[in-house]
């Protein structure tokens, strides 16, 4: 009996930091596992020029995600953005990049964007008119 109560009692300290590491590794283990998803998503445009239209070809992405296990990936998904970043750009078309940000990436990794570039025509907003 006084030696199970020894292995209980002596270096408290010790066995406190080893419960520890042994959480972070199980926490490292299941954040590891990461259960895939498809995401449908519209594509935003961010940096846009009052006096210019914008079109987008395709308007939406199919996002390939890896979502850590256990972790309630509703209000994640929610968060996520799907953008092309416009600023600066004149009148005449062109492939940019398709972006996914607003996620913590130890929880959320992107694998994949289909389509990685869209095309976007730029031209002058028609005064009063319809923009399109």
Known sequence: MKVFKDILLK???LKLV??????????LVNIAQRVQTTLEKQIE????NKEL???LN?????IKLGIASGIDSKRLLKELKTFVDVSG???GEYNLRVEVRGTT?????VIGIEPEFVKVKVI???EGGKRF
């Open 58 to 62: 395709p308007k939406n992405a199919t």
């Open 124 to 126: 002058k907003a028609p």
């Open 45 to 48: 445009l961010i940096g846009t």
């Open 89 to 91: 750009l004149s009148e």
């Open 11 to 13: 270096e408290p300290l």
């Open 105 to 109: 990436p130890i929880l959320v990794k």
């Open 53 to 55: 239209s914008y079109r």
């Open 18 to 27: 080893s419960l520890l590491a042994g959480f972070l590794l199980w926490a």
